[in-house]
């Protein structure tokens, strides 16, 4: 299936609207149901309360893919701040595409926005994570200009790790 660039739209998402809300936890869910995305989807607690918690965050951004008025596709943003630049930063939290229409370029579409984003915002660069084995996406964002992080080459490269609490 090909997609006629006229069918798609792009948009920052308004937390206040509820039909934005309704389809954040919608594609939210769908990609928590995927294997990359953990295999299980959205807890209660989640869906209840994801809107009103990125509400309160102003450095959150949402951005929604729709085609033919159909949601399908979600960039979750979160504005950081790099200390060596002394410059904000955006980082891409999340990346969904509906299964049907993955490979038809919307991530690249909700890449540029994001991109607009962090520029408007002065930000120093757009960061990420991204799964070792998620080879498809890992090309896709090479595609886009991602690399990995390398402060010094002689270090090697930074490994995102975390600690649960």
């Not at 949601?71 to 002394?86: D, H, I």
């Not at 002065?122 to 799964?131: A, F, I, N, S």
């Not at 998620?134 to 975390?162: C, D, T, V």
């Amino acid at each position: 299936m090909s997609l006629d660039k006229s069918s798609i739209e792009i948009i920052e998402a308004d937390l206040a609207v509820p039909e934005h809300s309704s389809t954040i936890i919608m594609l939210m869910d769908e990609y928590a149901h995927d294997p990359m995305g953990g295999g299980q989807g959205l807890s209660d607690y989640a869906k209840a309360n994801l809107i009103s918690e990125l509400a309160i965050r102003k450095a959150a951004r949402v951005i929604i893919a729709f085609v033919e008025d159909k949601p399908v596709g979600l960039v979750n943003c979160l504005e950081g701040f790099s200390t060596f630049a002394c410059q904000p930063l955006l980082n891409i939290h999340d990346v969904i595409v509906s299964a049907p229409y993955r490979g038809k370029g919307l991530s690249k579409l909700m890449l540029q926005a994001a991109e607009q984003i962090a520029i408007d915002l002065g930000c120093c660069k757009l960061t990420l994570e991204v799964l070792e084995h998620n080879h498809i996406a890992q090309r896709a964002y090479r595609s886009f200009g991602f690399n990995s992080y390398e402060l010094n080459p002689k270090m090697g490269k930074a490994l995102f790790w975390e600690k649960k609490l």
